[in-house]
């Protein structure tokens, strides 16, 4: 257990340059009195670890030390090479870091985990992609990118639902959900996400910017991804539906297929049931209906059926 401390330990400081020791007790869940005797055992060993006194002192290892990953488990090796996503990683411009750094740390690896790594690389596959569909290439997402390392402000020209906009944006991080890349950014004092295919055009200026206080991106997506699509149906339609079709809404986006499921009513005598559909304007309702095909009949609003007993008229009048 202790192993396996000091070794976390090492690679933190490895990785983080200095780390306070209340920084390192919280990180290994045990007191600040156990953190200063690991220190002390690292020392002893012949590791260069250093503190540096003050308000942002913390402990340092001696600039240029790196150590050999030879403490790495078979289990944490195989893992490593399941997260390299080559194409989400060659959009962002980082394919050929990712393929070089995948390079030396086979290179660090002991050999009999080295072996155990490729083959876990060999035989599993990470698509990023939903199916049906290609992963985006937005052509606004390198410049993204470098805003987005370099905490740098943009002016973005963005398409909404209605007109393009622009906008000074604080680009905080980027996302990629089911092929789509999405762009968490800071608008005033306010967090927005926006989807980076809609971006029509960016210019990156020359400042910087300070993240919000104990911003998370990962934290800050999970807690607002469901919200998020939520707020994408601003309408809804009142619909019948076959088994088949209540079988096809399921299939349909979380938050349409929870609508659905939620509001159906019991089954008529021939099967049907009558639910909410969310939909995001009167046209894209169409084009959901229309999906399901005669499983669905739209039952309000109004408009919306006699939108669909256009399309049914005209879909009659090209097949007969």
């Known amino acids: 257990m202790r192993a396996s401390r000091l070794l976390s330990i090492l690679t933190t400081l490895q990785a983080k340059g200095r780390v ?40 340092r290892l001696l600039d240029g030390y790196r150590t050999r990953l030879n403490g790495m488990s078979r289990a944490e090796a195989e893992a490593l ?26 290179a660090a690896l002991p050999a009999d985990l080295r072996q155990s790594a490729e083959t876990m ?26 805003a987005t390392w370099r905490q740098a402000p943009i002016l973005m020209r963005y398409r909404g639902r209605a007109d393009a906009v622009e906008r000074r944006v604080d680009p905080l991080g980027l996302v990629l959900k089911n092929g789509v890349w999405y762009l968490i950014g800071r608008v005033g004092e306010d967090l927005r996400t926006y989807r980076v295919a809609r971006v029509e055009a960016v210019t990156v200026l020359d400042e910087t910017f300070v993240p919000p206080p104990g911003f998370d991106l990962q934290t800050h997506w999970q807690a607002n991804a469901e919200s998020f699509e ?45 639910a909410r559909l969310l939909i995001e304007s009167l046209r894209e309702g169409v084009g959901v209906l229309s999906m399901l095909g005669a499983e669905v009949e739209a039952l309000g609003p109004p408009e919306l059926r006699a939108a669909m007993a256009e399309v049914a008229a005209a879909m009659g009048r090209l097949y007969l």
Do not use: N
Request: charged share 25%; with cysteine; net charge negative.
């Open 20 to 59: 306070t020791a209340q920084a390192l007790a919280d990180a290994c869940e045990v007191s600040l009195r156990t953190i200063y005797r690991d220190i002390d055992a690292l020392s002893e060993a012949g590791v260069p670890v250093y503190s540096e006194r003050g308000p942002e002192g913390g402990y």
């Open 81 to 106: 090479f399941l997260t390299g996503l080559p194409g989400p990683a060659a959009l962002l411009g980082l394919g050929g870091i990712l393929a070089v750094a995948e390079m030396k740390l086979l």
């Open 121 to 146: 690389r060999a035989r599993f596959h990470l698509d990023a992609a939903g199916w049906f569909d290609d992963l985006e290439q937005p052509p606004a997402l390198p410049e993204l990118t470098a």
């Open 230 to 274: 939520d707020t994408l149906y601003r309408q809804h339609a009142q619909v019948r539906l076959s088994p088949q079709g209540m079988q096809r809404a399921s299939r349909l986006t979380r938050a349409r297929a929870r609508a659905v499921a939620e509001t159906a009513s019991p089954p008529d005598a021939d099967g049907w049931c009558e």
